[in-house]
């Protein structure tokens, strides 16, 4: 296992503590294949040097979901397993976004970002991103998403 894969992961339990927390999406080897049969786009990584440094994890669902997500009836881990893999998709939750400190200000979750979502689009008739910021910077990388694909962002406001 890669240095950067290990600092992605301890990365990844400092931002979330999904360990912690049984509504958010633990992602391991089973979650990442799901995620495949959704669309190939889910799961996205930039690599540099030793493995990556950037992770990033979106996920084309249903408008219904969504609304039910936003509005805190359903958790993260229930969206991911109540979407559809082969659905008609209409809408992209923005789920996690992980750069190492070093490599961050450099636009990596924006070009993967852009890349995956403009790629689900081409296949589905997306019509808003939503989203769970946990972070200030993860707020402001969701809205500027938002600005460059020209969809709507919503945001989920209950905090952890």
Known sequence: MSSNYKRLITLAEEVFAVKSDPEQLDVDENV???????????VSEHVEGDGPVAWLLIIPTSERLMER????????????????????YETIYLCSALVLQEYRRKGIIKK?????????R???????????????????????LSSLTGLPLFNRTDRH
Not at 112 to 120: E, F, G, M, Q
Request: charged share 25%; aromatic share 8%; glycine share 4%.
């Open 112 to 120: 993967l970002a852009v890349k995956a979502i403009n790629t689900i």
């Open 32 to 42: 990442i294949k799901r995620l495949h049969k959704i669309h190939p786009s889910t």
């Open 122 to 144: 081409k296949e589905h008739p997306v019509k808003a991103l939503f989203a769970w910021p946990f972070t200030e910077e993860g707020r402001l990388a969701a809205e500027n």
């Open 69 to 88: 997500f936003l509005n805190a009836e359903i958790s993260e881990k229930q969206l991911f397993e109540m979407t559809v893999p082969g659905s008609n």
